[in-house]
Each structure stands twice: as structure tokens, then as C-alpha cells.
């Protein structure tokens, strides 16, 4: 177990790790179109280039830790711990589905989880939570932003994959020798 940790622990990944919580916190906070009910951006990007090259629990750092670090350093609303726990299990479901070989069926089960069920459902409860708004009126425009964003992720996916995952994985693996 020692052995394990030690290996996944490299310098390496620990730069990376932080680059792409880096990358979540900028893109997510400045580049993202954001209402307090709806998010539109590319934040997910960081996670799943860490689900891709890392692993599922590399992902589910970088979702967390962004997600953290971002709401302490540039609020957008009040801090909630649900969308913290909404943000490490996207890390999990894109690592889960993504890690060992991204296809496109692949991209599309883990995209469908991530947009219906996290984003769609359970975001949508703690902004009612949150908010006090109720669920059924919140319902319809959550699902067009995840209507959307599921497209976008799955095409996302499938081009970075094949434009960089595949040679980006290589350079990984041979900076942990």
C-alpha cells in the first residue's frame, strides 16, 4: 500500500494536480457564463484531463480542492458544501468511466451521469436547499444546461482525445520512471 501511494505521489503529479486546480479555478470563476441558478463553462475540462492522465482520485481532488479554493477566493454566492461534494464526485464518475481507455461511449455514459444525475439532480437540490426554491420550477432550465453541457462534454472529450490525451499520456507515464 506504502509502495503504492509513493509511486502515485511523484512530483510530477503533484505539479499537475495543482496546474490543473489552477486551471479549474480560473476558467470555472472567469470564463464561465453564470447566473445564480445556472453555469456554463469549461471548467470540467480540468477534471477530466486529471481523470484521463491521473486517475479517478487525482480527479476527485482536483474538483474538490478547485472547488474550494475557488468559492474561498472569489465568491460567486454563499458557500455550500453540497457543490463541493457534487465537484469530487464528477472527479470520481470522469475517472471511473475515463481513465483506463476514453471512447466514445465512454464520454457518453460518464458525461450523462456527470449532467443528469450531479448536475441536473443533485445540484439542483442544494440550490433549492440553499435557496429555497423548489425543485419542480428550478427542474426545466437545469435540464436545457444539462441538455447542453452533455453535448459539449462528450464532444470535448472525444476531440482532446484525439488530439492530446493519447500523446499527453505517454509523456505521464515516462515522467514517472
Not at 17 to 34: D, K, W
Not at 118 to 146: D, E, H, S
Not at 157 to 173: A, P
Request: aromatic share 12%.
Amino acid at each position: 500500500m506504502r509502495v503504492e501511494l509513493k509511486k502515485r505521489l511523484t512530483v510530477q503529479r503533484m505539479v499537475l494536480i495543482a496546474v490543473l486546480i489552477a486551471f479549474h479555478v480560473v476558467v470555472t470563476r472567469f470564463l464561465s457564463i453564470q447566473t445564480p441558478f445556472v453555469r456554463i463553462g469549461f471548467g470540467f475540462l480540468a477534471i477530466v484531463f486529471a481523470a484521463v492522465l491521473l486517475g479517478t482520485v487525482e480527479a476527485a481532488i482536483v474538483g474538490g480542492v478547485s472547488d474550494l479554493l475557488g468559492a474561498l477566493l472569489f465568491p460567486s454566492g454563499p458557500f455550500f458544501p453540497g457543490f463541493t461534494l457534487t465537484a469530487v464526485l464528477t472527479g470520481v464518475v470522469f475517472g471511473l468511466f475515463l481513465h483506463k481507455k476514453v471512447t466514445i461511449l465512454r464520454a457518453i455514459f460518464s458525461s450523462a451521469i456527470v449532467e443528469f444525475v450531479l448536475g441536473m439532480i443533485l445540484n439542483t437540490i442544494w440550490i433549492c436547499v440553499l435557496y429555497g426554491k423548489a425543485f419542480l420550477v428550478m427542474l426545466p432550465t437545469r435540464a436545457m444546461q444539462a441538455v447542453g453541457m452533455f453535448f459539449v462534454q462528450v464532444v470535448m472529450i472525444i476531440l482532446l482525445n484525439e488530439l492530446l490525451f493519447k500523446r499527453l499520456k505517454g509523456v505521464v507515464k515516462e515522467g514517472e520512471r
